[in-house]
């Protein structure tokens, strides 16, 4: 069974950090490509990071370059986003998903292939 599952989710204040986890079960994320999406209510969902190949490039939206650290654990089975400095506005559920590797991190919802079930991130004083 083809599972992804994000954990680390949670309220934080302003300034303040969270560690969200993707693992799987199923596939091996160090042959896909992986990306973080968020939702916020009433919002479309929106691409947050990308993570090509192991070795490859990582890219970021502008209003997280800075601040979001995504990376890999291949022990572990699974990627990691650093979230530090977290503003009210990051406040979202936020999902990843994996898809086949290419040469550049992929920014669509269609390119990727799996997905998990999300977890909330809530940032408020």
């Known amino acids: 069974q083809l599972q992804l599952v994000e954990s680390g989710g949670g309220l934080v204040e302003p300034g303040g950090s969270l560690r969200l986890s993707c693992t799987a079960s199923?596939?091996?994320?160090?042959?896909?490509?992986i990306g973080w999406f968020r939702q916020a209510p009433g919002k479309e969902r929106e691409w947050v990071s990308g993570?090509?190949?192991?070795?490859?490039?990582?890219d970021y939206a502008d209003s997280v370059k800075g601040r979001f650290t995504a990376s890999r654990d291949k022990a572990k089975n699974a990627v990691i986003l650093q979230m530090n400095n977290l503003k009210p506005e990051d406040t979202a559920v936020y999902y990843c998903?994996?898809?086949?590797?290419?040469?550049?991190?992929?920014?669509?919802?269609?390119?990727?292939?799996?997905w998990g079930q999300g977890t909330q991130v809530t940032v408020s004083p």
């Open positions: 993570v090509s190949s192991s070795r490859g490039p990582i």
């Open positions: 199923g596939l091996t994320l160090e042959f896909y490509a």
């Open positions: 998903a994996a898809g086949p590797i290419k040469v550049r991190p992929l920014r669509l919802e269609s390119e990727y292939d799996y």
